[in-house]
Nanobody
Framework: QVTLVDSGGGLVQAGGSLRLSCAAS????????MGWFRQAPGKERQGIGC????????IVTHSLKDRFTISSDVAERTVYLQMNGLKPDGTAVYFC??????????????WGRGTQVTVSA
């Protein structure tokens, strides 16, 4: 069983930055694929990116790749989402997810509860 705890959300002005954290307990963290997602009010969940703990490779969705990066500290069992140049449409609940798949999966088994990010104009 894997437990994920998302944190680091808050209120930020447009153009600002935030770093979200996702701390994992249980499971073999070093081999997991980690995903970041967000869901804005009244909208469907959007995939942000996927990170491989085994080789440090990651992808971020095209519309966000110039401003968002994903990293991980395997020793701390924590994955991070660095968000720069935040825009008001980035207001959402942000979730991390984990999966033992060897590639970025279409769905993830384990999910955090989310952390709220609010971007003011």
């Amino acid at each position: 069983q894997v437990t994920l705890v998302d944190s680091g959300g808050g209120l930020v002005q447009a153009g600002g930055s935030l770093r979200l954290s996702c701390a994992a307990s249980g499971g073999t963290f070093s081999t997991y694929r980690m995903g970041w997602f967000r869901q804005a009010p009244g909208k469907e969940r959007q995939g942000i990116g996927c990170f491989s703990n085994s080789d440090g490779d990651y992808i971020v969705t095209h519309s966000l790749k110039d401003r968002f990066t994903i990293s991980s500290d395997v020793a701390e069992r924590t994955v991070y989402l660095q968000m720069n140049g935040l825009k008001p449409d980035g207001t959402a609940v942000y979730f991390c997810a984990a999966d033992p798949s060897k590639t970025c999966p279409p769905t993830y088994i384990y999910w955090g509860r989310g952390t709220q990010v609010t971007v003011s104009a």
